[in-house]
């Protein structure tokens, strides 16, 4: 079946730095992926829609300057946190659809990245 | 706006008993149901979906669910838990299973711990 990766698995850094989240669909072309945040004993929260080719979509509150999204290939997203705070740190999850049988696209998400802010 | 509610934040059961998690969703239109399973720390990994067809879905891991419109409803069902069952469930919607944008709406997810 379809696989979705996403690297690191865990990352630690200082407040104020940047750090790069990296999702990939690993055996199928993805032109849309999502990214979703989820906070300790929370529920997935979807942040933005990552268009391959074009501009990033983010959901409402989301701060499309401090979480930069760049789908560079169809196989590839980056979710860069920019100036991060101890508030930023969370579950980052990111999901790709992928076509299947009868036309009809299913969901496949990736492991999430554990983003810890000192 | 579709949403989906699901209103146990956390049950426990017995080992070997059976379990019911439930679901509600609202959406005008004909939904698309899923139910994830999630372990601590963990990805999310698909039970079961429902888009069509009979409203009695069967998953992995022994799980089913049904689909009643007049209810609005999609529960989880497994008649016999195990230890290993012990994890986060979300139930989503969809609203097309035919574009690749369409975004998945989760719930608010339901902890299951289970009684040795």
């Known amino acids: 079946g379809a696989v979705v990766s996403q690297h690191p698995s865990r990352v630690i850094c200082k407040s104020g730095t940047s750090v790069k989240i990296e999702c990939r669909s690993l055996?199928?072309?993805?032109?849309?992926m999502f990214w979703y945040r989820q906070f300790p004993k929370q529920s997935l929260m979807l942040m933005a829609t990552?268009?391959?080719?074009?501009?990033?979509?983010?959901e409402q509150g989301v701060e499309k300057d401090k979480f930069l999204i760049n789908h560079a290939s169809l196989t590839l997203s980056t979710l860069t946190v920019t100036s991060a705070h101890p508030e930023d740190s969370s579950f980052y999850i990111c999901?790709?659809?992928?076509?299947?049988?009868?036309?009809?696209?299913?969901?496949?998400f990736g492991p999430g990245t554990r983003l810890t802010v000192t | 706006a579709q949403s989906v509610t699901q209103p146990d934040i956390h049950i426990t059961v017995s080992e070997g008993a059976s379990l019911e998690l439930r679901c509600n969703y609202s959406y005008g239109a004909t939904p698309y149901l899923f139910w994830y399973v999630q372990s601590p720390g963990q990805g999310l990994q698909l039970l079961l979906k429902?888009?069509?067809?009979?409203?009695l879905v069967q998953g992995i891991k022994g799980f089913e669910a049904e689909f009643k419109r007049s209810q609005s409803s999609f529960n989880l069902r497994k008649p016999s838990v195990h230890w290993s069952d012990a994890a986060e469930y979300f139930c989503a919607v969809v609203t097309s299973f035919y574009s690749s944008a369409s975004k998945i709406i989760f719930g608010s997810g339901t902890r299951l711990s289970i009684r040795p």
């Open positions: 055996d199928f072309q993805a032109t849309t």
């Open positions: 990552s268009n391959e080719g074009s501009k990033a979509t983010y």
């Open positions: 429902y888009f069509s067809g009979d409203t």
């Open positions: 999901s790709a659809p992928n076509r299947g049988q009868g036309g009809t696209y299913e969901q496949y």
